[in-house]
């Protein structure tokens, strides 16, 4: 396909304002769709006050952070994706609902728009039998938070075609990322090796081998990781690192993947991570001492 002018993002949430704001700064034109108004509303704020950071950092300049902002359009019309070229969905990690979005995407793309999911873990072989384009489908996975984070998963299907993969690492590239390609089996590349780990930090903390404050140091001081397992699965979400974990389970079909019932128990709990206010750390404003060591 030609170069992309125009790009839809499907979610509102931190991954989905995160995908306009990188697509916007560097010059295309962003749709970005949120059935729900006060998240579009929170997106809009996050999208401007992460530029407005960037340009007071004298990132950007004052210039190129208004030219960005004008770039992004907030919607709560799918309709609006109709001149799309490249749709990304970056929704709820659930196949089905995932499934139920390009069916909705399909009636109204047009016929050469390419449909990308930032799945983390969930077959893109699957999302493409679901529809009547499965050649025009593929797996554009960023990282969390997608301005800051250099690198983009493309994940090719059993049908994805060259042009389609072609499309989808140029557009990569264009949005200042590193690409790397995985086939698609569960958790794809990253997650594959990553979230087992994290899984394993929760099966020490469970069974008592360590606190999660030494669990973190260890990895942090021993292997010079950024951040401990335990407090990057807070930021990633407990939620999503179950989900995964599942995915893995299923999809593999070996017991190593199954979650830790801790795990398990803490999402169950309501404790999500940082988003929630607390996880295996407390993020809340009147827990200072929990949280002091747990900030990054």
């Excluded at 004052?62 to 799918?78: C, H, I, K, M, Y």
């Excluded at 983009?152 to 993969?165: G, H, K, L, N, Y």
């Amino acid at each position: 396909m030609s170069s992309v002018k125009q790009i839809g993002v499907v979610g509102g949430g931190q991954m989905g304002s995160g995908i306009a704001q990188v697509a916007a700064m560097n010059g295309i034109h962003v749709c970005l769709f949120d059935v729900d108004p006060p998240a579009l509303s929170k997106a809009s704020a996050s999208v401007s006050a992460s530029i407005a950071r960037l340009v007071s950092k004298a990132q950007l300049s004052q210039s190129e952070g208004a030219d960005a902002l004008q770039r992004v359009r907030f919607t709560s019309n799918l309709e609006d994706f109709h001149q799309a070229d490249f749709i990304i969905e970056a929704i709820v990690e659930s196949e089905d609902i995932k499934k139920r979005l390009l069916l909705q995407l399909e009636k109204i793309a047009k016929s050469s728009a390419i449909f990308a999911s930032n799945t983390s873990s969930i077959s893109i072989t699957r999302l493409a039998a679901a529809t009547s384009r499965p050649h025009q489908v593929i797996g554009m996975h960023f990282f969390n938070p997608p301005p800051v984070m250099k690198l983009i998963e493309i994940v090719r299907c059993a049908q994805t075609s060259d042009e389609t993969f072609a499309a989808t690492k140029a557009l990569s590239e264009r949005l200042g990322k590193k690409v790397i390609t995985s086939r698609d089996f569960s958790g794809f590349i990253v997650n594959r090796i990553l979230m087992p780990m994290i899984n394993e930090a929760f099966f020490a903390l469970y069974t008592g081998v360590a606190t999660k404050e030494d669990i973190d140091t260890g990895m942090k001081l021993g292997t010079n990781h950024p951040m401990g397992p335990l407090q990057l699965a807070d930021f990633i979400g407990l939620d999503v690192c179950l989900s995964i974990m599942k995915v893995l389970h299923a999809g593999l079909g070996e017991n190593k993947y199954a979650p830790c019932p801790l795990l398990v128990q803490y999402v169950d709990a309501g404790r999500l991570g940082k988003k929630q206010g607390i996880g295996v750390y407390d993020y809340r404003k009147d827990s200072r001492s929990a949280n002091s060591s747990s900030r990054l």
